[in-house]
C-alpha cells in the first residue's frame, strides 16, 4: 500500500537543528512536486515548503532563510532541514504529494517541539 512515513522530529531548544525526513513507499516521488506542512495545536494545517519535480523550492515566509527542503529520488525522500529553530514551529509535520489525487492522503506526521 502506499504509505508517507515522516521522520527525524523530536525535542530541540530554540535555536536548534532538525532534519526531517519522509520515506515513500508504494509511490515514486520522481515525477511528483512534494511539500511540507505543519499543524499545531488548534490551528489549521499550513504549507511550510515545496519542492517541484525539478527542483524548484517555494517556502512560507515565516521559514524563509531557516528551512530548506530537499529531495533525493534515488531514495525516493523528501528532506526539510531546519535551522534557527522557534518555539513558534511547534508542529507535526506532514509531507504531502502534491497531486490533485493525492490531495487528502497524509502520514502520521513527526513532532516537533521547539523549547528550552
Not at 505543519?38 to 515545496?50: F, I, N, S, Y
Not at 528532506?79 to 490531495?103: F, G, I, W
Amino acid at each position: 500500500q502506499v504509505q508517507l512515513v515522516e521522520s527525524g522530529g523530536g525535542l530541540v531548544q530554540p535555536g536548534g537543528s532538525l532534519r526531517l525526513s519522509c520515506a515513500g513507499s508504494g509511490i515514486v516521488f520522481r515525477n511528483y512536486d512534494m511539500g511540507w506542512y505543519r499543524q499545531a495545536p488548534g490551528k489549521q494545517r499550513d504549507l511550510v515548503a515545496t519542492i517541484t519535480a525539478a527542483g524548484i523550492t517555494n517556502y512560507n515566509t515565516s521559514v524563509k532563510g531557516r528551512f530548506t527542503i530537499s529531495r533525493d529520488n534515488d531514495k525516493n525522500t523528501v528532506y526539510l532541514q531546519m535551522n534557527n529553530l522557534r518555539p513558534e514551529d511547534t508542529a507535526v509535520y506532514y509531507c504531502h504529494v502534491e497531486l490533485e489525487s493525492l490531495k487528502y492522503f497524509w502520514g502520521r506526521g513527526t513532532q516537533v517541539t521547539v523549547a528550552s
